[in-house]
């Protein structure tokens, strides 16, 4: 370190306490909270314009079409969550 205790042409070092120090946290095993949260609210998106009653409205302006499309790609992205999660703490027991 040169004199006046500056860094020059680097990255100053991190502070004692930071997230810097600290190593990734490992992932839990079961889903989490999150996961069934994105589940759930993406069921509720798909299953809402029946359980509602709002399929037979006179005019259709697309909302219900967005619903069921977006609550589809939330059940896709919160299984493919889950999945990747059990595949990754089986893969850390096997090696």
Known sequence: ???GG????SRPPARPG???LLPPAPLPAHPQL?????????????ASPW????QNTEVCDGAHVFDVA????L???GAVSMSL???LHRKENNA
């Not at 359980?51 to 709002?54: A, P, S």
């Not at 977006?70 to 790609?73: D, E, I, L």
Request: aromatic residues 6%; hydrophobic residues 55%; without cysteine.
């Open 85 to 87: 999660r059990v595949l």
């Open 51 to 54: 359980v509602l009653g709002l």
């Open 75 to 77: 059940l896709v992205l």
């Open 18 to 20: 930071s997230s810097a």
């Open 34 to 46: 999150s996961d069934w949260t994105i589940l759930i609210s993406g069921a509720w998106l798909v």
């Open 6 to 9: 500056t860094h020059h042409g």
């Open 1 to 3: 370190m040169p004199e």
């Open 70 to 73: 977006a609550g589809a790609v």
